[in-house]
């Protein structure tokens, strides 16, 4: 739950005729405890009073409320304020909101190396600020997105700023959304950070096609980890979890320490995630999403050019589509900046009209699925900005948008005994997250 969500609990009184004993002598127990001090004689007045009509029935409510400016005074006229800061806030904005004017402290963060920090203002963060009894800041304190908690402070009419990290902790959250008009509205509207959300579209690119499958109705809940300082996340974790319904279709993944490095996401019947291919190499981004939305992002079909072209605008991130070995990278008067990327087995890929290929990238470089190896352009032989993906089977140009992909590698059946318990746990998780989620909506 993010600071500025609230628990709110409502007293909600029924109507009610099947009235019960038991609950009309749990009824009668209530108004005696609260009357008792006056005395046993009025217990029967008491009872007819609520009627045996009456039930109460408590609900519990999640309900997002707008947080308020915390005002206190202090004896010495200290005023200490605190505000969530918004999208497009400036300090100076934060600061008029509080009703501070203060051309000094502003000026101060222009020009002190140490303060410009306060520059970087994420929206959700808090900004606490103190001022004295002239109505000037004596302090200002800020957690940034490094984990810094950077101060201003006033003495003797001086101003000086300093950052240390701060301690925090680490949080587990579970966040569910439905998609109405986009995806990147239902992720903002379930408020999770744009981090995981760029997570979320890595660890299901190569069973979702972002850019063109995704439907009003489409369902996602995901579980993940992040570092707190005071219940505002400073640093972004990992996804632990995540299910993603699209078009009726289940998809789920798990995150699992299988040895490797980093470890690896599997599905919930212990398949790895990775070995399948991204199914559209333009990255899934808000800018490339909006675009889609409004131009048919398939200019020809794989049968005129044994290939298939994704309209995307100059400069729009290429991602490899699974892991491999690059083969080329270089210019070609047909395909412009190319490169193209050897496969596990029989698959190769390649990607054309780059407008540039990925700093430092050549022949011989291992790339890993998702990496950015260029961006669209229309170099070579195009007309207008697209990437032309090109999907090898043993040489051989296919259609990617019909050919079966490979499945991933199932884990070892020693893997598997400590990744089934696991994986039921992380079922019950998202199946709760869903849940919170259908009942806000409902
Ligand atoms: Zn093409």
């Known amino acids: 739950m993010s600071p500025i969500e609230k628990p709110t609990t409502v007293a909600h009184p029924v109507e009610n005729q099947h009235f019960g004993t038991w609950q009309r002598q749990h009824m009668r127990w209530i108004v005696a405890a609260l009357i008792a001090p006056l005395g046993m004689t009025l217990t029967a007045y008491g009872v007819v009073e609520f009627g045996p009509q009456a039930q109460i029935n408590i609900h519990t409510v999640t309900q997002t409320l707008a947080t308020p ?192 490095e980093n470890g690896n996401y599997y599905s919930l019947d212990g398949r790895s995630l990775k070995q399948g291919f991204i199914s559209n190499p333009v990255k899934f981004s808000r800018i490339s999403s909006g675009f889609a939305m409004r131009l048919h992002p398939v200019l020809f079909t794989w049968k005129q050019h044994r290939g298939v072209d994704y309209a995307a605008p100059t400069g729009t991130d290429i991602q490899v589509t699974a892991d491999g070995i690059v083969t080329k990278a270089g210019r070609d008067g047909g395909y412009g900046n190319f490169v193209e990327v050897k496969h596990d087995g029989k698959y190769s890929t390649l990607y054309g009209h780059m407008s540039a290929i990925a700093k430092g990238l050549k022949a011989g470089q291992a790339v890993s699925q998702g990496q950015v190896i260029g961006a669209v352009g229309q170099t070579g032989r195009a007309t207008g900005p697209h990437l032309h993906y090109e999907f090898k089977v043993n040489g051989q140009q296919v259609d990617p948008l019909t050919v079966a992909m490979p499945e991933g590698k199932k884990l070892s059946t020693q893997q598997l005994a400590d990744f089934a318990p696991l994986a039921r746990t992380m079922k019950r998780q998202l199946s709760v997250a869903g849940q919170v989620e259908l009942a806000q909506l409902d």
């Open 69 to 260: 400016p915390l005002i206190s005074r202090d004896e010495n006229q200290q005023h200490d304020r605190m505000e969530v800061i918004r999208s497009g806030d400036t300090v100076g904005r934060i600061l008029s909101r509080m009703g501070i004017m203060d051309q000094e402290v502003q000026k101060f963060i222009q020009t002190d190396a140490t303060a410009k920090k306060l520059y970087e203002l994420s929206p959700g963060r808090i900004l606490h600020a103190s001022s004295n009894e002239n109505g000037e800041i004596s302090q200002l304190t800020y957690v940034n997105g490094a984990g810094e908690q950077v101060r201003i402070s006033r003495t003797a009419n001086q101003l000086s700023a300093s950052s240390e990290p701060v301690a925090t902790q680490k949080q587990t959250f579970m966040k569910s959304g439905r998609i109405n008009s986009s995806f990147f509205a239902a992720t903002d509207a379930a408020d999770i950070p744009d981090a995981i959300t760029q997570q979320l579209i890595d660890l299901f690119a190569s069973r979702v096609d972002f850019h063109h499958k995704l439907q009003k109705g489409d369902q996602f809940s995901v579980v993940y980890e992040s570092e707190v300082h005071l219940g505002a996340i400073v640093r972004p974790g990992r996804i632990l979890a995540a299910q993603f319904i699209n078009n009726g279709n289940v998809h789920e993944a798990m995150w699992f320490a299988d040895g490797s």
